[in-house]
T-cell receptor
């Protein structure tokens, strides 16, 4: 079955450490996205990529970094510069980065930083 | 500026009764509108989408939504709630911004279904 795989499901880190969240898709989608979800809030966009080797900052990119070296993969690094990293992180993809293209989501990674 | 307002943060219904989740949007352009559902600790799943075709959109699991331009609303309904419908629902407006598909999410409505 085609889909988006995020790993790990739960991740625990000490404050001051960088951590990388994995996102892989086998849907052959061009566009990929990272969102952050906090309780009682909608999703907020961290980074997006419309094509391999290209990515753009979203609304809350500070303290995060990404790469898009392969079409299938869009890893997110949460750096020590992110002030409040504890959150639920969702990766998504779409066929193309157009207005009518719905997103397909992974099952998320819950990151806890203490 | 584009925005989405989900009018209820929590909705509680009895099994077998109708469901109404309300959404109002603000957009300068002709928007595409979506409803997504999220079960606990899961990703979001697309329920339905409106893309300027028929104003009454049918989705999965018996849900439907009606686009009303005059009221700038896109309310989600279901005639009869099932226990498995208990989840969080997000109304989303999509606009093109510099060739990118910019999604604006509502804050979500948590639906509880009681026996």
């Amino acid at each position: 079955d085609g889909g988006i795989t995020q790993s790990p499901k739960y991740l625990f880190r000490k404050e001051g450490q960088n951590v990388t969240l994995s996102c892989e898709q086998n849907l052959n989608h061009d566009a990929m996205y990272w969102y952050r979800q906090d309780p009682g809030q909608g999703l907020r966009l961290i980074y997006y990529s419309q094509i391999v080797n290209d990515f753009q900052k979203g609304d809350i990119a500070e303290g995060y970094s990404v790469s898009r070296e392969k079409k299938e993969s869009f890893p997110l690094t949460v750096t020590s510069a992110q002030k409040n990293p504890t959150a639920f992180y969702l990766c998504a993809s779409s066929i193309f980065a157009g207005q009518n293209s719905p997103l397909h989501f992974g099952n998320g990674t819950r990151l806890t930083v203490t | 500026a584009q925005s989405v307002t989900q009018l209820d943060s929590h909705v509680s219904v009895s099994e077998g009764t109708p469901v109404l989740l309300r959404c109002n949007y603000s957009s300068s352009y002709s928007p595409s509108l979506f409803w997504y559902v999220q079960h606990p600790n899961k990703g979001l799943q697309l329920l339905l989408k409106y893309t300027s075709a028929a104003t009454l959109v049918k989705g999965i699991n018996g849900f439907e939504a009606e686009f009303k331009k005059s009221e700038t609303s896109f309310h989600l309904t279901k005639p009869s709630a099932h226990m498995s419908d208990a989840a969080e629902y997000f109304c989303v407006v999509s606009v093109s911004s510099g060739g990118y598909n910019k999604l604006i999410f509502g804050a979500g409505t948590r639906l509880a279904v009681h026996p």
